[in-house]
């Protein structure tokens, strides 16, 4: 079971950036899934969800607008496009799948990608 995330890397504010994040060894359309970032010293934070029963994706406010999180069932892969990039968006971005109710938190998802980094120059 593996979920690998890729896409990262070095982008200038204002910019965008596509992140994917393929599974194997389990189906995607299972699961909620759900892209999570992190930075040094701050606790790992859900951006943004996509429930297994569909549904308009959660996104948390301060990327409503400029963060859409699409899944492809026949590749099993999500996909999580940034637009808009701002400096504060600088993080590791992961990928988890949930079959928990408890979609929003981090306690509630079971398997996790290895975490992307995205740098937004000013």
């Known amino acids: 079971v593996q979920l690998q995330a890729s896409g990262g890397g070095l982008v200038q504010a204002g910019g965008s950036r596509g992140l994917s994040c393929a599974a194997s060894g389990f189906t995607l359309r299972a699961y909620h899934m759900g892209w999570f970032r992190q930075t040094p010293g701050q606790e790992r934070e859900l951006i943004a969800a996509l429930r297994r029963s569909g549904g308009d994706p959660y996104y948390t406010d301060s990327v409503k607008g400029r963060f859409t999180a699409s899944r492809d069932n026949a590749k099993n892969t999500v996909y999580l496009q940034m637009n808009g990039l701002k400096p504060e968006d600088t993080a590791v971005y992961y990928c988890?799948?949930?079959?928990?109710?408890?979609?929003?938190?981090?306690?509630?998802?079971?398997?996790w990608g290895q975490g992307t980094e995205v740098t937004v120059s000013s």
């Open positions: 988890a799948a949930s079959q928990n109710v408890n979609w929003r938190s981090v306690v509630g998802y079971k398997y």
